[in-house]
């Protein structure tokens, strides 16, 4: 049995292993030198900006969860209209490029706050709003609020209730939440560029540092390992914290209450608060849109259908005139790769979460691997598989789909856990059931797991859709053919003198934080049809 | 002394190297790794085979030419490459070669890029490594050199700097301190012309750059004080650093955010491009007469950039021709509007617009590529001791 669930997770683990441990490996086999190791381990800058890394990062995983506890609590316990439209509003940081994010935030916060600590965490936590609601919301949904009455009945105190009943539960949640949050805080590289200012290095800021400006690839890729053991031992280390509650996890009866009365006002008030922080840069931004230096106009919008508004100027239209015309090719290419990412992310994701759901407990390993996409820097992993896949039949250089391939790779974190926590509340007992009904395990997987799945399904491939719209990490490493995607024709916009170019810049990133609240809106309501797998086995 | 960090990565490979910098996880993990480590090690040693007998192979790679079957170029360039759509459709037109653009990131990552994969290249031609990079590439002999027919057309100084034909300048700007022409008028100050001046009292808190680690301009105003001043270089930063200096990650964070001129901020001073002005005019809606911005001429530190072909290409002869075509009249024409440079070829027209408003000052600061390859990893960290505490 043991070996069958293994095999499903063996794609996804073959995948893993030619397009990011090969890469790794093959850079620091050509690149790397015994005395760039003790170079680099002795040099003190590297050990100030490893310490910086750290502390920073666990000063945004509190930020994040100061954020982001008061609404998660509340959507994960209330049922209420537009549920899944706050939901969805409240993620979007996550989705959207940091150059983009670090404009709003920019054309949002007066000079005097544009660079400072407080800046580079109060971005860290808005990216990261999405990932404490996203893990932890669900876990609270399906808490049986009767333990919590059965302790209190039973003599428990509130303290003795919260630290035996209910934290236990949530623990495992807590814990991988902030595991991902630490890890996307710890590698931050735009943020911290842009708003923590040109004094204040993290590990992978500094290896974009060496391997670009100074040309030190060895120094560069001992970094990025000194990267993973530091990130690898604190994940691991919140793991072991968190392996007490390693039970799996009780199905419980869906005990929202509907939101009403005083909690009505108080649900009222975070969602408005937290939403308006979400809203401010984005808000921000779209009147940027609307600006061409201090006068309002709509010529960036009309540049964007028609060239005639900057062609106006000199008689041979700049390239720079950004058309309906390329913004449509940018969009195409955008979403062709958005689209294949998902797909491949999405079967390899299913395979890998079965494999980790019929494990149990023995499947820790497992769903520890598919989280290394997330820890390997991203310009390590780009300049190795520049050096990997380089010749003859896979010189893969330059195509459109090795992009998406490399965005697979990123979205399958993601979407490995979105369908882990779901899949383990499918009942054993209706494939047994259709077991004995005479179903073979192809039917059953087919006709009740994948089924009771769809939403989560479409949630994934959501996610993964939207992570390779908005990425700007690995692929931008890349060499890419055909038209620019949006963030990078946005990044080069904001590098050009001219009010209208700018503006211009402004106008590509609305329409892209409004082509990502509507995926997000979609996937909302792709899963709100079902909004709990298990209500489907009634209906 | 100090050794260009970048050494070609055939000779690397003949260096002892260690095994022991694999993450030492949990048991469960070292099963799989070590697995998969040993598959992986095997195929590199692959890779790295194939792509030596690439590098071996260039001398005969003009035979495999054919002069029938239609040619796709591959041109690798930076992510500023934005010429005219149309623009290589007459050079298809003419020779049959179609042209397809592939970007790369910034200039410093396609030259990283192109030194990794040196011999071995991603594409046929390289457009955009500038005379701040151009030795790191040159050392890692990433170009076969081509003299082409334009030669006598072309910007002498850029030549110069390339003299055996390894790569082809293309074109060239000024990185310079710019200003914001009212702010000084209304308080009766006269602008900084000089880079000496800068550390006067009378601009404390004037002035925004952005920094040299992160970003190509930042880089270049660096190399200008070390051009204007030599080794007293950094003593002339660290006035700078008393004196106020704000150093930002980025060009445009140092333009549009602390530029009076270009933002609500608070700095009438900025390190910025000698045809930043001529942009302000022709991308403002409605147009201004004059620029808000001017430049200090005497501040201007030139950035050549040039094309080469990439050695290992299996369409040397066709490389060839889209080298010719790139410093062509007609190519170079396109370039002042779509990329605010000025073309090399001497003979190549400029538009009027972009002469009205631009400066192009007589005697730029420059250094030597091969004095920047060599230093340039010492001065970098130099600069973040002295100015980045």
């Given amino acids: 049995m043991s070996n069958r669930s293994l095999r499903a997770a063996i794609p996804a683990l073959v995948w893993l292993a030619i397009f990011l441990l090969l890469p790794v490996v093959v850079l620091l086999t050509a690149q790397v030198e015994a005395s760039d190791v003790s170079r680099v381990l002795t040099r003190q800058s590297t050990w100030r900006i490893a310490w910086f890394s750290l502390w920073q990062a666990l000063a945004s995983v509190i930020a994040t969860f100061a954020l982001a506890l008061p609404l998660t609590w509340f959507i994960g316990r209330h049922q209420f209209r537009g549920r899944g439209v706050v939901r969805a509003f409240a993620s979007v940081g996550f989705f959207l490029p940091s150059v983009v994010v670090a404009a709003g935030f920019i054309a949002l916060l007066p000079t005097r706050l544009h660079v400072s600590l407080a800046a580079m965490i109060a971005a860290h936590a808005y990216f990261n709003i999405a990932v404490v609601l996203r893990v932890i919301a669900p876990r609270l949904e399906t808490f049986d609020i009767g333990l919590l009455a059965a302790a209190r009945t039973l003599g428990a105190g509130a303290l003795r209730t919260f630290t035996s009943v209910a934290w236990p539960a949530m623990r495992t949640a807590v814990v991988s939440a902030a595991g991902v949050v630490f890890i996307y805080c710890f590698t931050s590289y735009a943020v911290v560029r842009t708003l923590g200012g040109v004094t204040r290095n993290t590990i992978e800021s500094d290896i974009a540092v060496r391997a670009y400006a100074i040309g ?25 914290l968190a392996r007490d509650a390693a039970t799996a996890p009780r199905r419980t009866t869906l005990t929202l209450t509907a939101a009403a009365g005083v909690r009505a006002i108080v649900g009222a008030v975070i969602i408005v608060v937290t939403l308006t922080l979400v809203a401010a840069p984005l808000i921000a931004l779209a009147m940027s849109s609307f600006q061409v230096g201090d006068t309002w106009s709509f ?19 700049p390239a720079d005139a950004t058309s309906a015309f390329a913004l449509v090719d940018s969009l195409v290419t955008s979403g062709r790769t958005a689209v294949l990412a998902a797909i491949v992310a999405l079967v390899l994701a299913t395979g890998l979460a079965r494999t980790v759901v019929r494990l149990g407990t023995r499947g820790r390993w497992l769903d520890a691997v598919s989280m290394v996409p997330l820890i390997v820097s991203p310009v390590t992993l780009g300049l190795g598989l520049v050096v990997t896949f380089d010749s003859g039949w896979y010189d893969w250089r330059g195509t459109w789909w090795f992009v998406a391939v490399v965005h697979s790779v990123v979205g399958l974190p993601l979407a490995v856990r979105v369908l882990v926590p779901v899949w383990r509340n499918v009942a054993p007992s209706l494939r047994d059931a259709a077991a004995v009904l005479g179903a073979t395990p192809r039917q059953r997987f087919i006709d009740i797991d994948l089924r009771l799945l769809r939403p989560a399904l479409v949630a994934a491939a959501g996610l993964v859709a939207a992570v390779s719209l908005g990425e700007f990490g690995a692929a931008s490493m890349l060499s890419r053919s055909g038209a620019e995607t949006l963030p990078v024709m946005i990044a080069r916009l904001l590098g050009r003198t001219g009010d209208l170019v700018r503006t211009q810049a402004f106008v590509l990133a609305t329409v892209l934080v409004v082509a990502c609240v509507s995926a997000l809106l979609l996937v909302e309501s792709g899963a709100r049809n079902h909004s709990h797998p298990r209500d489907n086995t009634h209906a | 002394m100090h050794l260009p960090d970048v050494v070609p990565s055939r000779m690397r490979r003949t260096l002892p190297r260690t095994r022991r910098t694999l993450p030492r996880t949990r048991r469960s993990f070292i099963g799989l790794l070590v697995l998969v480590t040993l598959t992986a090690a095997g195929c590199a040693q692959d890779a790295s085979r194939s792509q030596d007998n690439g590098g071996a192979d260039t001398s005969t790679n003009d035979s495999t030419v054919t002069t029938d079957a239609p040619v796709t170029l591959t041109l690798l360039a930076h992510d500023s490459f934005t010429p005219s759509e149309t623009i290589f459709d007459a050079f298809t037109a003419d020779t049959g070669i179609v042209v397809r653009v592939v970007r790369g990131g910034d200039a410093g990552a396609i030259v990283t890029k192109a030194v990794v994969s040196a011999g071995n290249p991603e594409g046929d031609v390289l457009w955009g490594v500038d005379n701040t990079l151009l030795s790191r590439a040159v050392d890692a002999n990433v170009f076969t050199p081509y003299v082409t027919v334009h030669r006598d057309d072309l910007d002498a100084a850029g030549v110069a700097l390339a003299p055996d034909g390894v790569v082809t300048p293309v074109d060239s700007g000024d990185v310079c301190i710019n200003y914001d022409k009212q702010w000084f008028a209304e ?15 009378n601009y404390r808190n004037l002035l925004v750059a952005p920094s040299p680690l992160t970003s190509s301009p930042g880089l270049a105003f660096m190399l200008a004080s070390i051009a204007e001043f030599g080794d007293e270089w950094t003593q002339w930063w660290t006035t700078l650093r008393d004196n106020g200096v704000l150093i930002v990650d980025s060009w445009s964070h140092a333009y549009y955010s602390h530029f009076t001129a270009a933002s609500d901020g608070e700095r009438p001073i900025v390190v910025s491009y000698a045809t930043s002005p001529p942009a302000e005019v022709i991308f403002a809606d409605p147009r201004p007469t004059e620029a808000p911005t001017a430049v200090a001429a005497l501040t201007c530190f030139r950035q050549y950039e040039f094309a080469g072909i990439l050695r290992g290409t299996k369409h040397e002869a066709a490389a060839q021709k889209l080298i010719d075509f790139l410093v062509s009249r007609q190519f170079q024409e396109d370039l002042p509007l779509t990329q605010f440079v000025w073309p090399s070829n001497r003979n190549a027209t400029v538009p009027q617009e972009f002469l009205d408003y631009s400066l192009r000052p007589e005697n730029p600061l420059i250094l030597d590529p091969t004095i920047i390859a060599a230093r340039r990893a010492e001065w970098l960290d130099t600069f973040s001791d002295v100015v980045l505490r």
């Fill in chain 1, 216 to 240: 030190d690839l060895g120094g560069a890729v001992v970094l990025s390992l000194v990267q993973v053991v530091v990130i690898a031992t604190v994940v691991l280390l919140g793991r072991a």
């Fill in chain 2, 187 to 201: 308080r009766r100050i006269n602008p900084p012309l000089t880079l000496q001046a800068l550390a006067s009292a």
């Fill in chain 1, 299 to 317: 010529a960036g919008w009309r540049s964007l259908v028609d060239n005639g508004a900057v062609a106006a100027t000199p008689e041979s239209a």
